[in-house]
């Protein structure tokens, strides 16, 4: 019997490109195994099986689309697919022709056949191929790429056909095209004067081996999705950083109070909830803080709600779920949210949808240590708010030094939309409302 295998809930994407599909006709699978990575702004996510068979068709290919209720597969029960097993061993047999023309490929590329490993290994718009315009084949079966990264070489000139890929079974991923950006004018460039992207000069490669012994460890799939997106905000914006210190003697007794009977319940009240309320508070009085630069670049976008977003560390990497609506919710409820979504993170159940949305961040690093920081403004946000771990301080009372538990925050923001004055007058409102809870009530 015939099974329909479809694309289930995964947010409000309407639309999200297929970037790899990872079966094929006449495989067996079990129910939860992968079949296709889709890929969105935020995440690359696997699409598990819902049923166990074998593949008898394939609906999707790299490059299509596919939203919720999208049909993936066809799968048929295994018994039904023993019988058509030869013919599926057939099917296969095209494997060999696409490696096969993988080597026609680099034999009609010129230097392409010498491809090199690492660093080294792109190719750039010296030598044999005109300098005018490298290229971008968005319709070759010869390379595998994602419609998002075509479309991004397409914008910077890069040929993907001189690109090597580092992801799955060779797929391009935009930090190769990024990597490959920088090394166009690289070693092959004429007169040697290399120029990266943007007319940055490539960090020169370096033989550490001379040195002693290494080895190529893969990053997370977060980190080479977060990599390019948080190396464009950098590029982009004009960044500044306004350190701000803030008593939290009363907030932390409070919090104190709140956590002993939170336990109970199952759940912790910690610091961050209070500072999550404060920066909402502070953002309704100055709210450029919550805003983003129009894409004509001579407005502002001015937002009449509230999520605030959160760096949670997980084994894989540090990921940013969002708090809807905080505004709207106390400090347990915020505490609870705060608990709930970092399970989730740890366990890698987050959905597309619980790290869309974010007016404004909060990296905290006051578990792990620090004095100040400079966090990177998570474009099209226009701030980010830096908190380290929080220390006795001693204060002048006019008599005599006292201890003072202090909290270190560090506040990034983009200088097109917020000046250093209206930065300065934020982190004191932050600092105040923090210096006493009953304020936060206000």
């Known amino acids: 019997m015939a099974t329909e295998v479809k694309v289930p809930d995964i947010g409000d994407f309407d639309e999200v490109p297929v970037v790899s599909v990872l079966v094929s006709v006449g495989d067996r699978i079990e ?41 993936i597969l066809i799968l048929e029960d295994e018994e039904e697919g023993a019988s058509d097993e030869p013919k599926e061993e057939k099917a296969a047999e095209p494997k060999v022709d696409e490696k096969a023309a993988a080597d026609d490929e680099e034999k009609s590329g010129g230097k392409g056949s010498e491809s090199k490993p ?24 010869k390379f595998h790429a994602s419609p998002s990264v075509r479309s991004f070489a397409r914008r910077v000139d890069v040929d993907l ?33 290399a120029q990266g992207g943007m007319g940055i000069p490539p960090i020169p490669a370096v033989d550490f081996s001379k040195f002693g012994p290494v080895e190529d460890v893969d990053m997370s799939r977060i980190q080479k999705i977060s990599g390019p997106a948080l190396h464009r905000s950098w590029l982009n914006i004009p960044h500044v950083t306004h350190n701000e210190d803030a008593a939290i003697d009363e907030v932390d ?88 979504l970092s399970a989730q993170a740890r366990d890698g159940k987050l959905k597309g949808d619980d790290m869309k949305g974010a007016t404004f961040t909060i990296s905290s690093l006051g578990g792990i240590g620090g004095t100040s920081f400079t966090p990177i403004v ?21 008599q005599e030094f006292v201890p003072q538990k202090t909290l270190p925050m560090s506040l990034s923001y983009d200088h097109r939309a917020i000046d250093g004055a209206l930065a300065a007058k934020f982190c004191a409102q932050l600092a105040y409302l923090l210096g006493d809870p009953r304020r936060l009530m206000l």
């Open 253 to 340: 007794a409070y919090r104190k109070e709140l956590d002993t009977k939170a336990k109970d319940e199952g759940y912790r009240v910690t610091l961050l909830s209070f500072v999550v309320k404060a920066s909402v508070s502070a953002l309704k009085q100055h709210w450029q803080l919550n805003s983003s630069i129009h894409p004509d670049g001579d407005k502002l976008i001015r937002k009449h709600f509230y999520n605030i977003g959160f760096a949670a560390d997980t084994p894989n990497g540090l990921v940013v779920p969002v708090i809807k609506d905080a505004d709207r919710k106390g400090i347990v409820e915020i505490s609870k949210e705060l608990g709930d």
């Open 161 to 193: 056909r001189q690109v090597n890929g580092s992801g799955r079974k060779g797929r391009i991923l935009r930090e190769d095209v990024e990597k490959a950006l920088k090394g166009q004018a690289g070693p092959a460039a004429p007169q040697g004067k």
């Open 31 to 71: 129910k939860e195994d992968a079949l296709i990575e889709l890929e969105s702004d935020k995440a690359t996510m696997e699409v598990p099986s819902s049923h166990a068979g074998v593949v008898k068709e394939v609906k999707l290919k790299e490059g299509d689309s596919a939203a919720e209720g999208t049909v």
């Open 118 to 141: 690492s660093a080294e290994g792109y190719g750039n718009r010296g030598g044999d191929a005109p300098a005018s315009n490298a290229v971008v084949d968005t319709g070759s079966s």
């Open 378 to 398: 998570n474009a099209p946000e226009v701030a980010i708010l830096g908190l380290t771990k929080y220390w006795m301080k001693p204060i002048w009372n006019g």
